[in-house]
């Protein structure tokens, strides 16, 4: 039985091989073809180089932005309380009752209402259907929508 099971194992992987080894560049929609020796053109099944677009927004220029967030009266320098003002509001959110300390409850309030939330049958138990309403819902990756550099260099930057 091993022995069926470890040349099953080396036929997939010899398969795989193969596979890999015959399958065309993933850089080959990108590369000048060498009959010709010049780019093919647009629109004749090959797609050009993309260009990525530039941002005019330097990291000094980022960092700058950031350093005024934080410097709430403009002198030029960031004090301790500058600097923790945005966690003692996260904190005072946190606070339900203001009286400057959190319980369990107050720390945890946003799970127990997710809790509360997906336990549809309210036994306190989450069968594995609730239990996956509690998954994080996250925004799906948008596509880039770069043009060749062809397009790109005759547009209109007008609005």
């Given at each position: 039985?091993?022995?069926?099971?470890?040349?099953?194992?080396?036929?997939?992987?010899?398969?795989?091989?193969?596979?890999?080894?015959t399958?065309?560049?993933?850089?080959?929609?990108?590369?000048?073809?060498a009959?010709?020796?010049?780019?093919?053109?647009?629109?004749?099944?090959?797609?050009?180089?993309?260009?990525?677009p530039?941002?005019?927004?330097?990291?000094?220029?980022?960092?700058?932005?950031?350093?005024?967030?934080?410097?709430?009266?403009?002198?030029?320098?960031?004090t301790?309380?500058?600097?923790?003002?945005?966690?003692?509001?996260?904190?005072?959110?946190l606070?339900?009752?203001?009286?400057?300390?959190?319980?369990?409850?107050?720390?945890?309030?946003?799970?127990i209402?997710?809790?509360?939330?997906?336990?549809?049958?309210?036994?306190?138990?989450l069968?594995?259907?609730?239990?996956?309403?509690?998954?994080?819902?996250?925004?799906?990756?948008t596509?880039?929508?770069?043009?060749?550099?062809?397009?790109?260099?005759?547009?209109?930057?007008e609005?």
């Open positions: 039985m091993q022995r069926w099971v470890a040349l099953g194992v080396m036929a997939v992987l010899l398969a795989g091989g193969i596979y890999l080894f399958r065309p560049s993933p850089n080959a929609a990108f590369a000048e073809p009959a010709a020796g010049r780019p093919i053109a647009p629109g004749q099944g090959e797609a050009p180089p993309l260009v990525a530039v941002s005019d927004v330097s990291p000094a220029t980022k960092e700058a932005r950031r350093f005024n967030r934080y410097d709430k009266d403009r002198d030029g320098e960031i301790r309380d500058e600097y923790l003002l945005s966690r003692r509001k996260a904190y005072a959110r606070d339900l009752d203001g009286d400057g300390k959190l319980s369990f409850d107050e720390y945890s309030a946003k799970a209402k997710k809790f509360a939330t997906a336990d549809a049958s309210r036994d306190t138990k069968t594995p259907v609730e239990f996956a309403t509690t998954a994080a819902t996250r925004r799906p990756r596509a880039a929508n770069c043009l060749p550099a062809e397009r790109d260099a005759g547009r209109d930057d609005g």
